[in-house]
C-alpha cells in the first residue's frame, strides 16, 4: 500500500478559510479522536517519563490544531505541581483562533501564527512537540521538519503520528462512517490514513534527518512515535530561524 501524497490537493482543514461552525466541528472531533484513540495517553506516557516535579519547562508545540495537547500538558504539569510554558503554534489562523476559544483558563498557553519550518531558535526549548503532523508534508519536507525540532530542543523531542496500514485504514473509515460523519472529518482522516508514512518508512525520515540514539515505537490505535532524550545527539543544522513569541 504506497503512500499517497498530492501537495496540491491539500486536506480541507489545510486550506484557507475563516472561521466556521465546521471547521469548529472538525476540531472538536480532532481533539475527541485524539482523547479516545490514543494520542493523549501516548503523550502522558512520555510525560511521565520526562518530566519530574519541582522542575519547570518550555515547550514548543508545532502544528497544534485544536490545542487539545497542549491542554494534556498543562492538565498533567498542573497536577504534578510542574511549571511549564508553551508555544502552541499553527500556520492557520482560523484554527488557531478556535484553539485560543476552548482554551480559556489555560494561561500557560500562548497560541501564534508561525511556520513550522522556521519558528524558533536553536536550543530554545525542552521539550519540542509535533503530533499527527508529519502526514501533512512530502518526505522531503518531513524530514526537514524533524531536523528542525531536534535543533530547537535542548532536551526532548517528541513527533508522533498515524501508521499507515490497512488496519489504520479500516479503522478510520469504520469511525468515520459511523461515529465522526461530518463531512471535513470524514473526508480528512480517510485522506490521512493514506497520507501516513508506514512504520518503516518513519524510521527511513529519523535517518535521513540525522538522528541518532533515537527511539521509535508502536503505540495503540495505528499511533507511532519517534522521540529524542537528553541522552541522544541532537543534530544540529545550519537553518535560519525565526522567533517564535511566547
Not at 500500500?1 to 466556521?20: A, G, H, I, K, N
Not at 520526562?50 to 495537547?69: I, K
Not at 527511513?204 to 519517534?226: C, V
Request: net charge negative.
Amino acid at each position: 500500500m504506497p503512500r499517497r501524497f498530492d501537495p496540491d490537493d491539500p486536506e480541507l482543514m489545510d486550506r484557507p478559510q475563516p472561521v466556521s461552525a465546521e471547521l469548529e466541528r472538525d476540531l472538536e472531533n480532532l481533539a475527541s479522536l485524539n482523547r479516545w484513540f490514543g494520542s493523549h495517553r501516548l503523550l502522558r506516557h512520555f510525560l511521565r517519563r520526562w518530566w519530574t516535579p519541582g522542575s519547570s519547562y518550555r515547550v514548543l508545540d508545532l502544528c497544534t490544531g485544536a490545542g487539545d495537547l497542549p491542554r494534556v500538558m498543562v492538565d498533567f504539569a498542573r497536577s504534578h505541581g510542574i511549571p511549564i510554558r508553551i508555544v502552541a503554534v499553527d500556520a492557520n489562523r482560523s484554527t488557531l483562533e478556535i484553539a485560543r476559544s476552548l482554551s480559556a483558563g489555560y494561561d500557560e498557553i500562548s497560541f501564534t501564527e508561525g511556520n513550522a519550518m522556521t519558528c524558533g531558535s536553536p536550543g530554545e526549548f525542552d521539550l519540542v512537540h509535533c503530533a499527527l503532523a508529519l502526514h501533512h508534508f512530502s518526505n522531503a519536507d518531513a524530514i526537514a521538519l524533524l531536523r528542525h525540532c531536534a535543533r530547537l530542543s535542548k532536551r526532548w523531542v517528541l513527533a508522533s503520528d498515524l501508521v499507515r496500514s490497512p488496519f489504520t485504514t479500516a479503522g478510520v473509515w469504520l469511525l468515520t462512517q459511523f461515529i465522526y460523519r461530518d463531512a471535513m472529518t470524514r473526508h480528512d482522516g480517510r485522506l490521512s490514513a493514506q497520507r501516513a508514512f508506514s512504520f518503516r518508512e518513519m524510521a527511513d525520515l529519523a535517518a535521513e534527518a540525522g538522528w541518532t540514539g533515537h527511539g521509535h515505537a508502536r503505540f495503540p490505535f495505528g499511533r507511532q512515535a519517534l522521540w529524542l532524550d537528553s541522552g541522544a545527539e541532537i543534530p544540529q543544522e545550519d537553518l535560519q530561524p525565526e522567533p517564535c513569541p511566547g
